[in-house]
C-alpha cells in the first residue's frame, strides 16, 4: 500500500487511448444511465467519474455499497419522483461545496518526503477531519434523509442534526447494508467518532502503536497499529466516494427536472479548483503527465510532460487545446476571475526541460467558445514558442 498517494488522482499511463477510456465509460456506466444519451452527453464529467469507478470497483465490499446507495436514490424516484427531486435540489449547492473543498484538498496536499512518521500520521489525522466533516457528512446527510423518507413517507428535517445523532440513529433496517458508512472496518468505531478523535486530537503516538480516546461518558481507549492506521484514512476516502460516485450518477439522470427547479447553472459560483482538477485528469487521460502550475505576471501556466512517442509540434498543438477550458474555469470563477488576463501550457521533457509553449489572452479563449471568432481567428492570437534545445 502506498501509503503517500491517499490523494493522488489518474497515474499516468500510455497504454489507454482516448477511445479505449470511452469505451470503458460506456462499458461501466451504461447499466446506472437511464438513457445511452447521457453518456455522451456528460463524458467530460464521466471521465473523471471512471477514475473514481476504478477505485471503488477494486473493492468487492465497495462497489456492493456504491450498487445499493445508488438503488436507494432509484428507489426514492420510483416512490415519489416530485418530493425526491426537490429534496435533491434543494440540497445541490451545499452538495456542489463539498466538491469545491475535496478539490482545494487535492491540489494543497504537501511534499511528504521530508515527513518524520509522526508529522505524516498527525496530518493524515487532519486528512479524515477535513474528509468526514467537510464533504462525507453534507451528503451522507442527504442520504439519511432520502433513506428515511423512504422508509417513514416523511420528510424529516436534518439540518440541524449533529454528525453523532446522524449515525447512531440511521434506520435500523439498513444498518447491514451500509455498516461500512457508519463504522470502520477494522475497529468498529464509529464514523463520527473518527471525526472528534481527528478533529479534538484525542490520539497520541508512539514508536510502537497509536493510542486514540473517544467517547463522553464511557471513555474508551483503542491502540491501533500503524498499518490498519493507513487502511482506516483510506477508508474515509473510499466511503466519500462512493456516496459522491453514487450522488452523482443519480444527478447525471435527472439534471434536466434538477435544473428546473434550481435554475440555470450560470447562476450558480463554480470554483476554480474543481475545474481545474477535472482537466488534469482529462490531460492525463489523452496522455500528457500533469507536472504542476505556475503564475508568470497575470498568466496562468499549467505545465505538463510531452506525450511519449510524439513530436513536439503534435503535442504543442494538442495539449493547446486545452486552453479555452481553462481560460473559461478562470473566467467563472468570480474570485480569481480578474487576477489572469492569459492561460498558458508549457511542455517538458523526460529531463523537465521546458521545450514549447503555447499561449492565448482570456477575453479571446471566450470568443472561441462563444462562437463569436473562428479557429483562423482564434489561432491568429496563440503564440506559440520552441524553445532552443527542443
Not at 206 to 234: A, P, Q, R
Request: hydrophobic share 35%.
Amino acid at each position: 500500500m502506498n501509503r503517500d498517494n491517499i490523494f493522488k488522482g489518474l497515474d499516468f499511463s500510455t497504454d489507454f487511448t482516448v477511445e479505449d477510456w470511452n469505451a470503458l465509460i460506456k462499458l461501466k456506466f451504461k447499466k446506472y444511465l437511464t438513457n445511452e444519451d447521457l453518456i455522451e452527453q456528460n463524458k467530460e464529467v464521466l471521465k473523471t467519474e471512471i477514475v473514481n469507478y476504478i477505485r471503488v470497483s477494486a473493492k468487492k465490499e465497495y462497489l456492493e455499497l456504491f450498487e445499493w446507495t445508488l438503488k436507494i436514490f432509484a428507489d426514492c424516484i420510483i416512490f415519489d419522483k416530485e418530493k425526491t427531486i426537490n429534496i435533491i435540489s434543494e440540497s445541490f449547492d451545499e452538495i456542489c461545496n463539498t466538491d469545491y473543498k475535496w478539490m482545494t484538498n487535492v491540489l494543497t496536499q504537501p511534499n511528504f518526503a521530508d515527513f518524520s512518521e509522526r508529522d505524516k500520521i498527525t496530518f493524515y489525522f487532519k486528512i479524515i477531519d477535513e474528509t468526514l466533516e467537510g464533504v462525507f457528512k453534507p451528503r451522507f446527510k442527504l442520504f439519511d434523509k432520502l433513506t428515511n423518507f423512504l422508509i417513514t413517507q416523511n420528510v424529516i428535517d436534518n439540518s440541524n442534526y449533529d454528525f453523532g445523532k446522524i449515525i447512531s440513529d440511521f434506520p435500523k433496517q439498513y444498518e447491514n447494508n451500509a455498516k461500512l458508512f457508519l463504522k470502520d472496518p477494522i475497529h468498529s468505531i464509529s464514523t463520527s467518532q473518527w471525526r472528534n478523535i481527528s478533529a479534538h486530537k484525542s490520539f497520541s503516538i508512539s514508536k510502537e502503536n497509536i493510542k486514540v480516546e473517544y467517547g463522553k461518558t464511557n471513555k474508551k481507549t483503542v491502540f491501533i497499529k500503524f498499518e490498519d492506521f493507513y487502511k482506516i484514512v483510506f477508508w474515509t476516502q473510499d466511503i466519500y466516494r462512493v456516496i459522491r460516485l453514487s450522488q452523482v450518477i443519480t444527478c447525471i439522470n435527472h439534471m434536466k427536472e434538477i435544473v428546473d427547479i434550481i435554475g440555470d447553472s450560470e447562476k450558480s459560483n463554480h470554483r476554480f479548483e474543481s475545474s481545474l482538477l477535472n482537466l488534469v485528469h482529462n490531460m492525463q487521460i489523452v496522455g500528457f503527465e500533469f507536472i504542476s502550475t505556475e503564475i508568470e505576471n497575470e498568466t496562468f501556466c499549467l505545465k505538463l510532460k510531452e506525450k511519449k512517442e510524439h513530436d513536439l509540434k503534435s503535442s504543442l498543438i494538442h495539449a493547446s487545446q486545452c486552453l479555452d477550458q481553462l481560460s473559461c474555469a478562470i473566467y467563472d470563477d468570480v474570485f480569481i476571475r480578474d487576477n489572469y488576463n492569459k492561460t498558458k501550457v508549457i511542455i517538458y521533457n523526460e529531463y523537465t526541460n521546458e521545450i514549447g509553449s503555447a499561449t492565448i489572452p482570456i477575453d479571446v479563449a471566450l470568443k472561441k467558445v462563444k462562437s463569436e471568432i473562428n479557429m483562423n481567428e482564434y489561432l491568429d492570437n496563440m503564440e506559440f514558442e520552441i524553445k532552443n534545445n527542443a
